[in-house]
């Protein structure tokens, strides 16, 4: 018996029942059911929308096309507790029982995300407040304060009706905790609570006024409750550092609040999440999914031209969160409705989209919506059905989808992304470069993506983790920007290089602590020894300057200067610069350490150059591509495991591309023929073993 189906069936006999998925004994897996399919696909069905004469055409519609999940609920408070303390599930339990019938999983979410208006009416002190002192009215969603004692006692309330009612309910899979949190509030309690998050993070005032240096501009605070609650402005470095671990606590407090309501009256196969914007910067992700089960995003494309290695850059990050599979909780049927132009995805491209998701971890691909409502604030969304009730163009190629994903999950059971490359992202690092730019294009994100740009496309594979995890797996390790650099980080990095790793820090690294302050020595701080080189000097760049040697090209945005101290530092490339601060200096430094290596890159680097480095990096650290030769427009993912691997290739072009197997391959479904595949085309083989 595979170990996934023996976990689930000790589940479902009661038998040393883990207490939670994040306890199973297949930790990269997103979900374990024995008796369900390991690939999901399905839609965000809204039945309190509609009469309920209509749920049988609805879910006969769905079932149709290929769908065996439906999230349902999220929004429907009003509805489950018209009144306060009065509560209706008579109409959720038939929907339910209805989705059942039609071979539906059920996700439930529970409604917090949009409060009753009797509650913002008879306490309007649960609504949000916004930085300038406004606080919100009743109408649109988000509406409340994460800081709220009386708002999350109505949450915990509604989230421990639902879990004591459906926690048992066969059909229902999983849970997802509120929708898309993340709005801050500045109300009189979040202020409060900032001031506990700070007595708790500093003990006392002094190290506060110590570890933000407020003798500057007369910040100096003699109690705690003197700081002011800021997101933006000209505030402390420090304050707004910090105000964003506030917000981590808060939110992943705020999410605990329910599910620890809802732990001990749910069974352990149903799994807890919630839905997050990619590369939201509201709280640090890594963090707040710590005590859930599986990660779940939300996956959009707003001017309907897909990058593929930027989106497939969102995807890695989300796996990343917990090292493990995850699910896409809401992706778009064609287009969305919230940019200046909702271009929809050219045909094939939501399919194509979809085996990227998988290819990348998803194990389950929900679209959102499933039907346009006559009225509301999102009437001109992508959807499954037009408004008469039948199916809109995109329907074909979603049921293609939902059939070929259907058909190929008994191969991808139990498989996991494979990456012999990892990208360290941390939220520190990023808010604190966003916070003090210093150059208005340096974005942190773009600066990210441009170093794994070429090593996705060369290397076929790429983990995104948090700087504290585990590196030991990975060869070759890259972190673009760690500017927020703990000791204790510095220390597992030391290790890891001294067991062999090979470490490459991009510009900005090392730069400061987790108090955003700076650290006494130059770039890149507590591993400036392990380098044996420091940042004489860092440029922001109106102009590119050239880079020479080992990789050669231009600087754009920021250039460094680098100066070896120790004498095995080797340079790899320098600056071209006529009459500047730059000309001659090294740009990237490199030193072996043992059998492993740390590298320091000083300059953003153009695209072809970075492409160079990649290659000169992944060879260094021996990461060999799966398939050799590609177009550009190819994407490459092996998922393995179980004993199997599955290599996925999906030609994001608009022409079709030869493609060279590895020895050993065979084709197993999909967009394959005469060595092509086709243009937005999709093809799986398998390619044996499990490594
Ligand atoms: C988010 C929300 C959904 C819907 C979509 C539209 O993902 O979770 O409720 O508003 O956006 O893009």
Known sequence: MARWAAVALAVTLGTSAPATLAQTHFPERATAFADKPAVAVGVAWYPEQWPEERWETDLQLMQRTGFNVVRIAEFAWSRMEPEEGRFDFAWLDRAIAAAKAHGMMVVIGTPTAAPPAWLSQKYPDVLRVDENGARAGHGGRKHFSLASARYRDFCRQIATELARRYGHNPAVVGWQIDNEIGAPSFDDES????????????GNIDELNRRWTTEYWSQHYNSFDQVPLHATGQQNPGLL???????????????????????????????????????????????????????????????????????????????????????????????????????????????????????????????????????????????????????????????????????????????????????????DSRWAIDLQRHHKDFDPVKAFTDFYRPLRVQAQGVAIVSPEADLKRYPLVVAPNLMVLTQAQAGALEAYVRGGGHLVLGPRSGMRDDANALWPQKQPGPLLDLLGAQVAQYYALDESVGVTGAVSGKATIWAEDIEPIAKDVRTLATYVDKGGWLDGKPAIVTRTVGRGSITYVGAWLDSAAMAQLATSLLADARVTSIVAETDSDFEIGVRAGGGKRVLIAINHGTVAHPLTLPAGARPAGGDWADGQVAAHGVAWFTIGGDK
């Open 191 to 202: 202020v409060a609570a900032w001031h506990a998050f700070l007595q708790k993070r500093y």
């Open 241 to 427: 550092l910090d105000f964003r671990h506030f917000m981590t606590a808060a939110w992943t407090d705020y999410v605990q609040n329910q599910a620890r309501a809802m732990r001990p009256l749910i069974d352990p196969r149903q799994f807890i999440t919630t839905n997050t914007m990619h590369w939201n910067a509201g709280f640090d992700h890594f963090d707040l999914h710590r005590d859930l089960d599986i990660a779940a995003w939300d996956n959009y494309i707003p001017d309907g031209r897909p990058d593929w290695v930027e989106n497939g850059a969102n995807h890695d990050l989300v796996r990343g969160y917990k090292q493990r599979n995850f699910w896409l909780m809401e992706t778009q049927p064609g287009r969305v409705d919230w940019v200046p132009v909702n271009r929809a995805l050219d045909p094939g491209q939501v399919r194509e989209m979809a085996w990227q998701a998988v290819a990348h971890g998803a194990d389950a691909v929900l679209y959102w919506e499933w039907r346009p409502t006559a009225n509301g604030q999102e009437t001109y969304y992508g959807t499954v059905l037009g408004q008469d009730g039948k199916y809109n163009p995109i329907q074909p190629e979603i049921a293609q989808t939902a059939a070929e994903l259907t058909k190929a999950a008994p191969l991808l059971a139990d498989t996991v992304p494979t990456a012999d490359v990892a990208m360290l992202f941390s939220y």
